[in-house]
């Protein structure tokens, strides 16, 4: 008798469901009560108390239905056995375009292509009601609906220009892997981390904003300054055109080494009142990486997607789990989501073991 992993993987996730909206309704309860909690008595307004307290009640209700409509998909996708049907489907559409379905490397890509679409169709009523009704009434979507539409369009073609490199490269590596499977999974995607952390901010990033060096003057001689005093290997600092698309604000640093740049959204520097709250900002994020924070937590991530690798070596031959989830191939693609799957509780434990350490992280920089 075949175990009933895909049943049992149902079984888990409406359960967590139910966990977490109990979670999201005791923090919906918490946000309805209109009074200024005592903690905040002179740090903010009533009146930005009551603003805040709408822009988060307005979420809470949308999460609510979010979360809602991604559960039902999610388990009838699983239930109703799409996922097999669909690889099926992808197969026989390369048959009928003249290419070899028997590849699997070809297959895979066609099972993406009709699953990325899926995702963005599924998903876009929720992301155009999250920034043109929720963010707007509260003032926060700057973006136009062709901006909307031109960075979906933007993001669906770099998914195309740098999804079947890396995916072929995993089919590769796991066909050809061995019993050292997991440590070149894991080499693998180490490297690739590395090249994107590289490439992202100087040429991904700028196809969707424009980063401009910040001029010289007092904010500049303040960030360079708080830099100098703390050893931080400060390169360059730019200002990202952030109020294109949102009125938020942020800061944010990265680069290898001795080569670090800082980024400063222009909304931040519109709506601070002064150079010292740009700079306290900025102070919270370098302390950060005076901390070592976010080298703890990129290597927390690579011995966790290593023992993930390992785990997947364990599970990516066994037949009775292929067919629980409807599949009478082993793809390996397939193979990994199906992984993915089977540890969910795993996952929601450590999701929650680093949240733990993040909260920690962000006291320990909180000045």
Excluded at 13 to 23: G, K, Q, R, V
Excluded at 196 to 204: G, H, W
Excluded at 261 to 276: F, G, M, S
Excluded at 292 to 317: D, E, K, P
Aim: hydrophobic share 50%; aromatic share 14%.
């Amino acid at each position: 008798m075949v175990f009933p992993y895909m049943e049992a993987v149902v079984g888990f996730m409406i359960l967590m469901y139910f966990f977490e909206t109990y979670l999201d309704l005791r923090q919906h309860a918490a946000l309805k009560l209109p009074k200024l909690p005592k903690t905040l008595e002179g740090v903010i307004s009533q009146e930005k108390f009551e603003k805040s307290r709408g822009y988060s009640l307005d979420k809470s209700h949308f999460h609510f239905v979010h979360e809602f409509v991604t559960i039902l998909m999610d388990s009838a996708i699983l239930l109703f056995r799409i996922l097999p049907w669909f690889w099926k489907k992808s197969g026989n559409f390369l048959v009928l375009v003249g290419l070899d379905a028997e590849n699997e490397i070809l297959h895979t890509l066609s099972f993406l292509a009709g699953v990325m679409l899926w995702s963005q169709l599924t998903d876009l009523p929720f992301s155009l009601y999250s920034t043109f009704v929720i963010e707007a009434r509260h003032g926060f979507n700057k973006q136009t609906i062709w901006l909307f539409f031109r960075d979906m369009i933007k993001g669906m073609i770099l998914a195309i220009v740098l999804g079947p490199p890396i995916v072929s490269a995993i089919i590769i590596i796991v066909q050809k892997g061995g019993p050292y499977l997991a440590i070149y999974l894991w080499a693998f995607m180490f490297v690739l981390s590395l090249v994107m952390m590289t490439l992202y901010p100087v040429l991904i990033a700028p196809l969707f904003n424009k980063f401009t060096p910040l001029p010289e003057g007092e904010l500049r001689e303040k960030i360079e300054k708080l830099a100098s005093s703390l050893k931080f290997p400060l390169k360059k600092l730019f200002v990202v055109d952030g109020s294109t698309r949102s009125s938020h604000s942020n800061a944010y640093m990265y680069g290898f080494f001795k080569n670090k740049r800082i980024v400063l959204y222009d909304t931040l520097i519109q709506q601070c009142k002064n150079d010292e709250e740009i700079v306290a900002v900025i102070a919270h994020e370098l302390g950060h990486w005076k901390l070592n924070h976010t080298m703890y937590s990129f290597i927390a991530v690579q011995v966790l997607t290593l023992l993930q690798f390992g785990g997947y070596t364990l599970v990516r031959n066994s037949t009775d789990l292929f067919r629980s989830f409807g599949f009478d191939t082993q793809p390996v693609l397939i193979g990994l989501i199906i992984f993915q799957h089977t540890v969910i509780p795993i996952q929601h434990l450590v999701s929650f073991g680093l949240n733990l350490v993040s909260r920690s992280f962000e006291f320990q920089v909180t000045f």
